[in-house]
Each structure stands twice: as structure tokens, then as C-alpha cells.
């Protein structure tokens, strides 16, 4: 699987001939087995539009987009160029171009790259959990015996299995973004986005859904991308971090590299993950030789037990 933007841009049309940008100059490669990433920046940076235009849902006005997939054990390539007046959409197996089409199947693409939406209970539509689950397999494999053993086995997986005869309206916040996410996996899409998922969800319900996005990466194999407002969730569970700033990709590296750089930090008005923030202070406060940059508790646990001795524990 590989993702490549290349100087994309979307622009909205705001009055006569006067455009505003919310995504600019784009370039961006995804194409690491395993990479988890957290985009960030301030609202109204570009986040949704910039993850949207990874599965065509939106399409920009500028730009060229390369996605490389396996499928039925070819290579892949979807393209789509834009030059501002026109989409071009092209989709090429083993780098042997078909000819260009106005518009190729989207089921391809999207069922490679998964997109949950900020409030997925409104990608929710079937009666029950289960219909609702086997929606996305269904599409894909035409057989519903197939789709059906699909959804019970990522319920299984999810840990959802006794809510399957249920109707989806009856769930809690939590249960139901379980479900929207059941619903895009049973696609078995190897990259996963999610627009900001924990944002209304109680601590046990978001901590179970960041371990269960953990295990998709590690286990799985699986590229998780998440918008997040949230540090802590950065700092301890993101590899690589993105940041936008006024449509623009203004830091893209590691987490660490980016919680040093004070530039980004400042313009972008980004919080410390809580952990960083207790570490800082000690370190002031004790005036000792701390590394402050840890992002969970044994981790930080270690790192003052290495500079206080064990006699602090
Ligand atoms: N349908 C739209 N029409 C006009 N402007 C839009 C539309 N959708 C988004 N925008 C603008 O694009 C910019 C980026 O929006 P968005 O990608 O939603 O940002 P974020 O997810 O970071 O909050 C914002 O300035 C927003 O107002
Ligand atoms: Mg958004």
C-alpha cells in the first residue's frame, strides 16, 4: 500500500472569482507497513478535507494523488491529477495503463482505505448491528453468507459479539462508534483513518478504542491515521505526527521531534501531553537532569527512578 500527494490543493469557491484554500501544497507519502500518525493542528486547519481527499470523497482542485494497492494479486495504482479545471482519473494494474475514464469504481479505493467520520453513529443505517457490520463486505464480495461470517468474526474480534441482534439506535456513544468501526473493518481496508474518534467518548470507552487501534497496528499490521486534538493520545500512541497550519503540512516527523520543536509548538498552539507537563515541572522544581519527553507512566516511572535512584519509588 502506498500514498502519494504531490502539491495537492483544495480550494472553495468563497465569493465571484475569490477562492479559500483548506488544504495547500500538499506533499505527503504514506507508505510504511505499520505507521501509526496523528494529524493535528488547530480547527479549521485542513484535517477532515486532507484525510477526505485520501479516499476521493472529496477531490481536489490542484494536485496529483497516487495510491498503490494489491488487489486479486495485482498491483494497483489509482491516480487522479487535477490540474483546476479538470479531474483526470486513471487506474492502472501492474504500472500497464488503461486508459484514462472519467470515473473509475471507488469501491476499490475505498475499501482499501477505510475513513471513519468525526461522529461515525451517522455512518450507521441498518436495522440491526449485524446488517449494519455486513453492509460494507456485502458490497464487496457479493456473497452474503461470506459478508455475514465476515461480521460476526470482527464483532468476535471487537469484543461486540452480543450486540449483533440489536438495532444500532439502541446503543451507547461508545458501543456505537464500535460498531461504525466494526463496519469499515469488515471491509478489511490495510489503512484506517479516523476523524477525531474519541471526542465525546467516556475514558474507559476511548481508552478501550486507542488499545483497540493499537492492536489493528501492531498485530494487524494496519496504518492507523487519527485526527486528534487530544496530546496525551499523541504522545502515547502516535509514531509519526502531522501538523497542519492554515491548510499547509507545517512539521511531519516524529512525536518527539515535534513536542521539542517550539516553533511548531507555538504558531500552532499545541498543549504538552499531560506526563510531559508533570516531568517539566519536576525537573524544574528538583533542578535535575530530567528527560522530560516520556509518554506514559512506566515509561516516566523509569526515567525518574534513573535520575532519583530507587530510594524515590
Ligand atoms: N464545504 C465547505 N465549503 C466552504 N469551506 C469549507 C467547506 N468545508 C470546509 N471548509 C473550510 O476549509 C477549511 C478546512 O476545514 P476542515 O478540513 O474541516 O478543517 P479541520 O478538520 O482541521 O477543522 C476551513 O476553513 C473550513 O471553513
Ligand atoms: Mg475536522
Known amino acids: 500500500m502506498g500514498i502519494n500527494l504531490s502539491e495537492v490543493n483544495l480550494a472553495y469557491l468563497k465569493e465571484k472569482k475569490q477562492y479559500k484554500y483548506a488544504i495547500k501544497d500538499i506533499n505527503l507519502r504514506i507508505d510504511n507497513e505499520d505507521e501509526f500518525i496523528a494529524i493535528v493542528g488547530h480547527t479549521g486547519s485542513g484535517?477532515?478535507?486532507?484525510?477526505?481527499?485520501?479516499?476521493?470523497?472529496?477531490?481536489p482542485t490542484f494536485g496529483h494523488i497516487s495510491i498503490?494497492?494489491?488487489?486479486?494479486?495485482?498491483?494497483?495504482?489509482?491516480?487522479?491529477?487535477?490540474?483546476?479545471?479538470?479531474?483526470?482519473?486513471?487506474?492502472?494494474?501492474?504500472?500497464?495503463?488503461?486508459?484514462?475514464?472519467?470515473?473509475?469504481?471507488?469501491?476499490?479505493?475505498?475499501?482499501?482505505?477505510?475513513?471513519?467520520?468525526?461522529?461515525?453513529?451517522?455512518?450507521?443505517?441498518?436495522?440491526?448491528?449485524?446488517?449494519?457490520i455486513m453492509f460494507g463486505p456485502k458490497n464487496f464480495l457479493r456473497d452474503e453468507n461470506k459478508a455475514k461470517e465476515e461480521a460476526i468474526k470482527i464483532a468476535e474480534m471487537m469484543n461486540i459479539s452480543d450486540l449483533l441482534d440489536k438495532s444500532p439506535f439502541m446503543l451507547s456513544g461508545g458501543q456505537m462508534?464500535?460498531?461504525?468501526?466494526?463496519?469499515?473493518?469488515?471491509?478489511?481496508p490495510e489503512v484506517l483513518v479516523l476523524d477525531e474518534p474519541t471526542v465525546g467518548l467516556d475514558p474507559i470507552a476511548k481508552r478501550d478504542l486507542l488499545e483497540f487501534l493499537k492492536y489493528l497496528n501492531e498485530v494487524e499490521h494496519k496504518t492507523i491515521i487519527i485526527i486528534t486534538?487530544?496530546?496525551?493520545?499523541?504522545?502515547?500512541?502516535?509514531?509519526?505526527?502531522?501538523?497542519?497550519?492554515?491548510?499547509?503540512?507545517?512539521?511531519?516527523?516524529?512525536?518527539?521531534?515535534?513536542?521539542?520543536?517550539?516553533?511548531?509548538?507555538?504558531?500552532?498552539?499545541?498543549?504538552?501531553?499531560?506526563?510531559?507537563?508533570?516531568?517539566?515541572?519536576?525537573?524544574?522544581?528538583?533542578?535535575?537532569?530530567?528527560?522530560?519527553?516520556?509518554?506514559?507512566?512506566?515509561?516516566?516511572?523509569?526515567?525518574?527512578?534513573?535520575?532519583?535512584?530507587?530510594?524515590?519509588?
Do not use: W
Open 229 to 313: 486534538h487530544d496530546m496525551d493520545v499523541v504522545g502515547e500512541y502516535a509514531k509519526r505526527t502531522i501538523v497542519l497550519n492554515k491548510g499547509c503540512i507545517m512539521y511531519d516527523g516524529s512525536k518527539d521531534e515535534m513536542f521539542k520543536n517550539d516553533e511548531v509548538i507555538k504558531t500552532c498552539n499545541l498543549n504538552y501531553p499531560n506526563i510531559v507537563k508533570i516531568l517539566a515541572n519536576l525537573k524544574k522544581k528538583l533542578n535535575i537532569d530530567l528527560d522530560i519527553y516520556k509518554y506514559n507512566i512506566d515509561d516516566a516511572f523509569k526515567e525518574l527512578n534513573r535520575v532519583l535512584g530507587d530510594n524515590h519509588e
Open 177 to 188: 462508534r464500535k460498531v461504525a468501526i466494526a463496519g469499515i473493518l469488515a471491509s478489511k
Open 47 to 59: 484535517k477532515s478535507t486532507l484525510v477526505q481527499v485520501l479516499n476521493n470523497l472529496l477531490v
Open 68 to 132: 498503490n494497492f494489491r488487489e486479486n494479486n495485482n498491483d494497483v495504482y489509482y491516480n487522479i491529477k487535477a490540474s483546476g479545471k479538470k479531474v483526470k482519473y486513471a487506474i492502472s494494474k501492474d504500472n500497464i495503463n488503461v486508459k484514462y475514464k472519467a470515473r473509475v469504481s471507488l469501491k476499490a479505493l475505498r475499501k482499501h482505505i477505510g475513513l471513519v467520520f468525526q461522529f461515525p453513529e451517522y455512518q450507521i443505517f441498518e436495522e440491526t448491528v449485524l446488517k449494519d
